[in-house]
Structure formats: structure tokens, C-alpha cells
């Protein structure tokens, strides 16, 4: 199954560019880089300066960019909007979770 806005929340996030776009850490907003690795509850983001952070889930929204895969358009990103309340949980047993079609629509576009 190829990654796609729609099914973000069961594949592996560790690689994405992200951003954290609103949180209740106001110190941890605007804070943007690429996912190295991935707890139950956590994401470690490293920065471009090369410092890592590490971001609770909960209460953090992130903004994804996924790659589109064309190669006549290298630079064009498709950026998808995830409340981190759906990513908690170890991230082996999320990829396999079904969730309901009320919870995908907390997913923007």
C-alpha cells in the first residue's frame, strides 16, 4: 500500500519531514525537521542545525510532508495535518490497527 494522506496513520513516519503546527508546549511550536525515531509517545525530530527534540504526541498536532513519487515533479510535496492523539501507540501495532472512519476524518487535507 503506497503512503497516501488517507492511510499516514498506519505506515511508518520515521524518514517524514514534519512540523509541529500547534501544541500545548507553546515552546515547541514551529519546531520543524525530519523524524529519526519513534515511541509509543514520543517522535525525535532532528533539526537542520543537527540538534534532535523530542515532541510528546499527545496534545501536538504535525504538519507531514509526503513525497508525491512523480519524478517529473521532484520538489512537490502533498502536507497533511495529523492530531498526535492518533499516532499513540507503539508504532508496530499502529501500522496493523484498523481505525474507524470517524477517527480518519480527524485528518486534514
Known sequence: MQLSPGNLIHHEIIGLETEVVDSSNFSQIGIKGKVIDE???TLS???EKGLTKIIAKSHTHFLFNL???RRYLPGSKIQVKVDGTLLLSQPENRIQ???KKSIRRRIDL
Request: net charge positive.
Open 45 to 47: 525530530i532532528q533539526l
Open 97 to 99: 490497527t484498523k481505525f
Open 67 to 69: 513525497p508525491t513519487g
Open 39 to 41: 515511541t509509543k509517545n
